[in-house]
């Protein structure tokens, strides 16, 4: 390498390095979220079998449920005709797409907004109840047929990061 040749690379390294530094305050201030860690970490600990807490995360509600045995035994028994059992036409993340709808059979997490009007749906024993227009939903979130609803309840992108410590992320995996 030449002389001529070393300093064009320094000077197009200081250039690049430049334009970062111009172009990250702007990144910032127009997306808020550029550079954040937008993840929530969610110990599930604390729930005993059949317990539930709802979490608050990019302004919109969750449930997360800890389910019994004998709810889990439900969810593949087909005790009620589901719109969408196999979740072939709802949204969550490629993991959930399964009779739970969650990455641990006796942990559920789903975003709470009903899928027909956006209501918050309310935990019930055999599964979710939205107060608006009165679609039942399963403990997978799968809605049950003959409910205003058209699609089961939206699961999030989410992982274990310890034992019993999930975190959720943003994720275009939960388009999937
Ligand atoms: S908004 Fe839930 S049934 Fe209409």
Redesign the pocket.
Known sequence: MNRRTLLTRIVQGFSITGLGFVTYPFLKAWVPSFGQDLGLEIDVSELAPGESKIVHWLGRNLHVIRRTNETIASLTSAEQPLKDPESLESAQPIFATNAYRSLRADIFVGFSN?T????D?VKQDKGFK?P????DYDAAGRVVEG???PLNLEVPNYRYISGNLLKLEPSDASDA
């Open positions: 009903c027909h009007l956006g209501c749906v939205c608006c227009h009165q679609s409910a205003a609803a």
